[in-house]
């Protein structure tokens, strides 16, 4: 006999084994369900993030560098940050005027506002004073009218672009273009609807957005923080040698000396890549931990029923034994056995993952790819390959004769 036809008569008697055992193979199962539970759920919820990073990111472009107070990762002492002044429209200006030509550069500031029209209300909203610019800056796409214009900016005028959310609530039956809403104490008229941009890491809402010129929201929000410069090089590959470059020319605009420290920070959406990327592979190693005790504890689980087995089948194995089955056949039929049992195991914890991915969705993106699914139904063989081994090895081993004579 063949291996092939060996696979096939394992996988007979090991389904019919498996059907006269239903209860002890289900509950036997429970550690792999658990496991492949844990490691899919984990793994559709990295996926998500990161197919929703990578979307958020890529209108963008990773060739952005944003200068402000604050650096966004690092191990400066916040004390030494915190005295650091703030970055101001006129420091912008003056970063713009001296800025090289290629680079594409806006002014920025971000708050929360809420917004009325009528009687219905936005709260939340995302308000970003910003110039020109920004659709080039932050890869923004206007649907209807215009974005903001340099006359608009520069004569602080009281307009604004809202987001496709913002524009479907406010005007379901469209015309938001050239309609007022209200924003703090003034009215705004609205020049531009944005098209849909979706979550920014599935959490954000992108769509519930308002930009207005930020000369504007410097004189209607005196109470406002200072502003980022935003800088866009045009190529990734110019990175590195534009941010010496703009480091420079802010420094100059800050009138720091050769031997002082920088009093800003220059950040961009690479090392944003990398922190999430390791923070990725810490979750990753977490999970896979969690996983692996519970695969164990299953496979322990899976082992002790395969032992059973073999005790309860010894004159089953004597007789195939004395009619010339050989080691290798009994050694895989056992495997098969303890694989199968193990991958039933692993098929029902894909269904149940599948189904909890619908509420994950609720509160993180959630993506379940092929490769996670193969990559979960190979833990689960391999679990009852490795489980099942010693008792497929003590089975094999049997001597015919003691084996028939067992009770």
Known sequence: ???????????????????????????????????????????????GLSRAFLTSISAVG??????????????????????RPDIFIPDGQAFIRQSNPAWTVTLESVGIRTLQHGRDVATGVIMVGTTENATITGGLTV??????????????????????????????????????????????????????????????????????????????????????????????????????????????????????????SINSLEAFIKTFNRMGSVIAGVGFFITGLSLFVGGIGIMNIMFVSVAER???????????????????????????????????????????TFGVNYFLPAWMSLPMVGIALLMSILTGVVAGLLPAWRAARMNPVDALRSE
């Not at 007979?12 to 496991?35: D, E, P, Y």
């Not at 060739?63 to 107070?69: K, P, S």
């Open 143 to 264: 649907k209807e009218g215009h974005f903001l214009s340099a006359g608009e900016v520069d004569g602080s005028r009281p307009v604004c672009v809202v987001g496709a959310e913002i524009a479907t609530n406010f005007f379901p039956r469209g015309g938001a273009v050239g309609s007022r809403i209200r924003i703090g104490d003034a009215n705004y008229e609205v020049v531009g609807v944005l098209e849909k941009r979706g979550k920014f890491l599935g959490l954000e809402n992108l769509d519930n957005t308002a930009f207005i010129p930020i000369s504007r929201l410097a004189r209607e929000f005196t109470f406002w923080s200072g502003i980022r410069v935003v800088v866009k090089v045009g190529k990734l590959s110019k990175l590195e040698d534009s941010k010496d470059e703009v480091r420079s020319v802010m420094r100059r605009v800050r009138r720091l000396s050769p031997g002082d420290e920088d009093d800003f």
């Open 1 to 47: 006999m063949n291996l092939f036809a060996e696979i096939r008569e394992g996988l007979r008697i090991s389904l019919g084994t498996i059907r006269a055992n239903k209860m002890r193979a289900g509950l036997t199962t429970l550690g792999i369900v658990i496991g492949i539970v844990t490691v899919t759920l984990m793994g559709t919820v990295i996926e």
């Open 314 to 356: 010894t004159r089953e194995i004597g007789i195939r034994k004395a009619v010339g089955a050989k080691r290798r056949t009994i050694l895989v039929q056992f495997l098969i056995e303890a694989a199968t049992i193990c991958l039933l195991g692993g098929l029902i914890g894909l269904v149940l993952a599948w189904l909890a």
């Open 62 to 83: 990773t060739d952005v560098l944003y200068i402000q107070r604050f650096p966004w990762f690092g191990d400066e002492p916040w004390w030494k940050i915190r005295k």
